[in-house]
């Protein structure tokens, strides 16, 4: 029996969408990790997504927990590892991540909200991870952080410029500045 073209190409495409509804109702072998939430990139066993709106660090962290995988609530991102700062770094490193300083009329501000916040605001310290684990990595930009003006109680990641692509810090800043964010969640 001879198919044309245009059979051929249904009958990919069906057995295309058989395969990927059988993953998804019967899901991968148990040996195998289940994929991450839809828009949202794997990295070292957890979920990741980059969001570009400019927003508070309390609406970023409310957004973040409007989301959720099979296994869990998302929240602002939280950073254990060097390797894993260096892979939340680079998911706002590009000119998406670009935010006008409306505050000293300068150059644009790079930065993205992550997890770190003081326990009491106005306070010199200590910050913890907004999922509730305790900050067990670091990478503060240096003199950070320095609660300028007293009022600096959340922590971004930040750029200054592209020297400092390779320290991959953070910094202390008002909460109410708008700012794209990160968040992370278990996988499904």
Wanted: proline share 6%; net charge negative.
């Amino acid at each position: 029996m001879q198919y044309n073209y245009y059979e051929v190409i249904n009958m990919k495409l069906l057995l295309a969408s058989m395969a990927v509804l059988a993953v998804t109702v019967y899901g991968l072998d148990a040996n195998v990790c289940h994929p991450c939430p839809q828009f949202w990139l794997p990295f070292n066993g957890s979920c990741y997504r980059y969001f570009g709106e400019r927003v508070t660090w309390g609406e970023a962290r409310d957004q973040c927990r409007d989301h959720y995988s099979l296994n869990g609530r998302a929240d602002l991102v939280s950073i254990h590892t060097e390797k894993e700062n260096a892979f939340a770094y680079n998911l706002f490193r590009s000119p998406a991540g670009i935010t006008p300083d409306h505050v000293t009329a300068g150059p644009p501000y790079y930065g993205a909200w992550i997890g770190a916040y003081k326990t009491t605001p106005g306070s010199t310290g200590p910050f913890i991870w907004s999922d509730g684990s305790g900050l067990n990595f670091e990478q503060w930009f240096e003199g950070q952080p320095s609660n300028w003006e007293g009022n600096e109680d959340c922590v971004h990641l930040w750029r200054k410029n592209a020297e400092d692509d390779i320290l991959q810090s953070w910094n202390d800043l008002f909460c109410e500045r708008d700012l794209p964010f990160i968040c992370k969640v278990a996988p499904n």
